[in-house]
């Protein structure tokens, strides 16, 4: 269960925020409809460890399409395969056989988007499947651009249902049900500058519990909520453009967090460009995460007082404690034509409990760390 989104952004919101972000300088017209499709493979490899403990490695390849029609309607596509092998983090899961992972996800997506005048209306469908997890969502998205095109509004509605089946059988057919709705704003500011506003709202009940972590019992509702800000500005002299954002984030379990980016896309002339990035984030526990604690009993962390068949909540999974994480990485990318271009991407990712802003991060989390690297090859038709 470590893969799945019960802790990150539902699969609902993802294809929301997927549709909404902030793209480049040059799209500022997105409203119009594309004259060229495109097709695109992707290779993913990410690495995640612990002092002493290699935890997590995906091999991720990804082909992505995109098709204009008629002028007026596009069609994009996507499909990735992620196979995922691994441990569970230290002293967060019980030793069982789900304490390694050996899975195989395989995803895809959908989007049919009709272009207007002045604006869009996209709908988008996502299908996920893994030998322990289902998850389907849907969505729709729409924009609208004043009479200058100077300024967008963006809403969105996205839903998502889930089917849990894990191997060790602590449920069987359970479910969990997402819905979210999203409303923004992109404004020209000035010939250079781009500004976003978007918000963001979840509202899931289901089951949420790791089944595969001793003492992990959580609601069976999560509200969640999002603010992002973002501003490009384009460096003219320079031929470069700056990416900035910040996002805040807090949920129904106690968790807050601020994510600050930044990204420098620097174009070196003959079709490169180098974009080196940051990203700095930082969260408060769940109010019902514990840190773990070793019983000389049980021989397993608990929390202290813990009874087995609480109804408690209760988890000491680390993605709901508080902690700080820093990402650096860079991107290289090449236009070798007016059809063909190629990009690498490494990023490196590191998390620590001392790292916490505003507060005191948990206590006795060994630091996580994790490589990803990405290459991709496009092709415009």
Known sequence: MDNKPQNGIPVGQALLAAAMLLPGIGTVHAET???????????????????????????????????????????????????VS?????????????????????????????????????????????????????SLQASLASEDKNTTWNFGLGGSDDSINPVNRIVQDAGRQTVSVLAGVTQVLTPVDIGQFTLTH?????????????????????????????????????GATSRLSYRYYRDSYGISAHTIGAEWVQGLGDGWTVTPAMRLYTQRAADFYFDPVYDSKLGAPFPPGYVFGSSQASSADQRLSGFGAVTLGVKLAKQLNRDWAVDFKVERYEQRGAWRLFGNGSPGLAPMRAVSLQLGVSRQW
């Open 86 to 138: 691994g441990a569970s983090p230290r002293y967060h899961t019980a030793v069982s056989g789900a304490s390694r992972m050996d899975d195989l996800r395989k995803a895809g997506d959908v989007t049919v988007t009709r272009y207007l005048p002045r604006g869009t209306v996209s709908v988008s469908a996502a299908y996920s499947t893994e030998h322990d997890y289902v998850s389907r969502a849907l």
């Open 202 to 238: 979840t509202q899931g009940h289901g089951y949420y519990s790791d089944p595969y972590k001793l003492a992990d019992n959580r609601p069976d509702s999560r509200r969640q909520d999002t603010a992002l800000l973002q501003w490009n500005h384009r460096f003219v002299a320079l």
């Open 33 to 83: 409809a594309p004259e060229r499709g495109s097709i695109g493979v992707k290779y993913l490899y990410y690495k995640e460890d612990q002092p002493g403990m290699d935890r997590v490695r995906v091999h991720a390849p990804a082909v992505s399409v995109l098709a204009p029609i008629t002028g007026e309607w596009t069609v994009a596509a996507s499909a990735t395969v992620d196979d």
